[in-house]
């Protein structure tokens, strides 16, 4: 286990150590590169002024020299698309194993969690919850089942009873009187004034003693 703990940080750092050292090839093979166009370049200029000076030999030299130029910087761009592909497949060797690695980090955490929440644990934890509420449920039941002398009162009874009450009151409510009926006030159409009605006289005292008095003859 120790291995294996101790093994990826070291795989790890040899990987960055590898594209570290390709990547420094690389600039070193570029540096070569440069310098090799320069020289080829210089040869081409000695080439034409002996061509100027009628040196027919010595820009013939001037050339092959060119030529094995090339050469290497041909073989030069080799070596670098080489160590370029081997850079690329390396980054993506490091890339495929970093991501196993999390892949099994990962599985490994969901091991350990299913051993912590074994499926035997799960069932029994149910069953001890099922049994908890039921009996709670018994005793909610029988702490509301009525004790004494509520436990000797008839439901059908009590509901009987309570019906002859609703029939009593439907029955006052019926024998009641009918509420005066709101005054609605009358239109009168425009234009019209409505007569104002005729005030009533009060009877004086007098004329309530000889309305008692014709009373008295008429008998």
């Given at each position: 286990?120790f291995?294996?703990?101790?093994g990826?940080p ?7 150590a590898?594209?570290?050292k390709?990547?420094e090839t690389?600039?070193?093979l570029e540096k ?5 166009l320069?020289?080829?370049a ?6 034409k002024e002996?061509t ?15 030529r094995?130029?090339?050469q ?5 761009g ?13 980054e ?20 350990a969690?299913?051993?912590a ?9 149910m069953?001890?919850i ?10 909610q ?13 008839d439901e059908?009874?009590?509901?009987a ?11 006052e409510q ?16 425009a ?5 104002r009605?005729?005030p009533?006289k009060?009877?004086t ?8 008095l ?6």
């Amino acid at each position: 286990m120790f291995t294996r703990i101790f093994g990826k940080p070291k795989q790890e750092t040899n990987a960055l150590a590898t594209l570290e050292k390709l990547n420094e090839t690389l600039e070193m093979l570029e540096k070569k590169e440069k310098v090799l166009l320069k020289k080829a370049a210089a040869e081409v200029e000695k080439a034409k002024e002996f061509t100027r000076a009628k040196n027919k030999r010595a820009a013939i030299q001037c050339l092959k020299r060119k030529r094995l130029y090339e050469q290497q910087i041909e073989q030069l761009g080799n070596f670098q698309l080489r160590i370029h592909d081997q850079m690329i497949l390396l980054e993506g060797a490091k890339a495929t194993t970093e991501t196993v690695d999390a892949l099994r980090t990962g599985a490994a955490a969901m091991k350990a969690m299913q051993k912590a929440t074994n499926i035997d644990d799960v069932d029994k934890t149910m069953d001890e919850i099922n049994e908890q509420t039921e009996n709670m449920k018994q005793i909610q039941e029988a702490l509301s089942t009525p004790i004494g002398a509520a436990a000797d009162f008839d439901e059908d009874e009590l509901e009987a009873e309570l019906e002859e009450l609703e029939g009593a009151e439907l029955e006052e409510q019926l024998l009641q009187p009918a509420t005066t009926a709101p005054i609605v006030p009358m239109q009168v159409p425009a234009g019209r004034v409505p007569a104002r009605p005729t005030p009533q006289k009060k009877n004086t005292a007098e004329e309530d003693e000889l309305a008692a008095l014709q009373a008295e003859m008429a008998l």
